[in-house]
DNA sequence: CCTACCTGACTGGCCAGTCAGTTAAATACG
DNA sequence: CGTATTTAACTGACTGGCCAGTCAGGTAGG
């Protein structure tokens, strides 16, 4: 299959996504988005399944070319823009895409190859903020007792839930980034936190 | 409908939800989780779906009682074990149902009867942790500068993420429990945290 | 004329929901 | 009291729509 048609499909599955949701996904809405049959689609990927990896795998290589691109400034400037990066929805029809993607991690219990891609997402951010953090000790604008690998993975939690949250229930991300903004200066930023007021 | 038809019917709803999920969960399953017929649970609800919401309210119901009942001890502890109960699997099957309901909370975008069941969830447990941290601090358990709001809200996403990080890439609850204690102990409570050693 | 790519039409399985009864218990009636 | 009638609670068999996947071709470039 030429580079082109890849790319087409991946683009296609992606618009079917944030307009279908993963639930209610047939393979004639991601048809409907490109400019091939349904049938095409089965004769480039085996299954329907196959199709959804083959996009998880897509969107984890641009991922992680993204995810190593955003590296300017210094580590304080970098860890808050790439945890508040996570809370703010960017170009149109993130937000739907969000759910879409929430939707595949409530079936990775399921489905073992959803789950290992999905891993790898995680893992991309976890070693992201956990360098970061590192970075952030190194140079002293991090706390000293700050213990990167468990702060790392409290702060990919909390991502996690304030995402859930608000497709859940629709609590505002705003206020979840602003929270969580406020956390990393009280508790893991040097130098803003809460050894300025005693009370 | 009798209680006791109800009472028989939610808790075969409940078992088919873990042994199947909420995907793929087909009115069948809760059938043969009954002694009734698939037929029967079209007679006592007009629709599957109508079934799923009888199924939350009940659900919701029962939560309510229960989350009332544990009030025992200071507010410290009742914190702690409020909190932690939330990342502790009780009961046989208890993982499961809680992969079932992250499924349906993946669902709320595109259903709004869902996702009004589901807030009503989270208020409960955002009240709850609302009202423990206030009373937190008119006892002077809780620091001073701490906003029950805010903070109750972090908690409850906290609780999301940390549980959906456990179905979706198989992070072991265990430590994130840990880390919500020593967050609670470290920034939350009175006397156990960062003022006491600074180096 | 062969291969890669693609299509419209079709098929088979799945499943929510329906329907035409059946049973048993309650209620009315003589 | 015994018998007729109604009603609620069911059941097994069926139906209709949906959709992933198939297939018998078609077309264009090498």
Chains 1, 2 share one sequence.
Not at 53 to 70: G, M, P, R
Not at 97 to 107: G, P, S
Not at 124 to 144: H, K, N, T
């Amino acid at each position: 299959m030429s580079d082109e048609t890849t790319e087409e499909l991946m683009g296609a599955t992606y618009r079917a996504l944030c307009k279908h949701g993963y639930a209610s996904l047939r393979m004639q809405d991601i048809a409907d988005e490109s400019t091939k049959s349904k049938a095409a689609l089965h004769y480039h990927y085996e299954s329907k399944h196959d199709l959804l990896l083959a996009f998880l795998e897509h969107l984890y290589e641009q991922f992680e070319t993204e995810i190593s691109e955003d590296c300017g400034g210094d580590p304080e400037t970098q860890l808050l823009t790439f945890v508040e990066e996570r809370l703010t929805p960017r170009e149109e029809g993130q937000k739907e895409f969000q759910t879409a993607i929430l939707e595949i991690k409530a079936q990775a219990p399921y489905d073992e190859a959803y789950r290992e891609r999905l891993a790898g997402f995680d893992g991309l951010v976890f070693d992201r903020l956990r360098s970061l953090l590192q970075a952030g000790i190194d140079r002293g604008v991090v706390e000293e007792d700050v213990d990167p690998e468990d702060t790392a993975a409290f702060l990919a939690e909390h991502i996690n839930g304030a995402q859930l949250r608000n497709v859940t229930v629709g609590a505002p991300l705003a206020e979840a980034r602003q929270r969580l903004r406020a956390y990393l200066r009280r508790e893991v930023l040097v130098g803003s936190g809460a050894e300025n007021g005693g009370g």
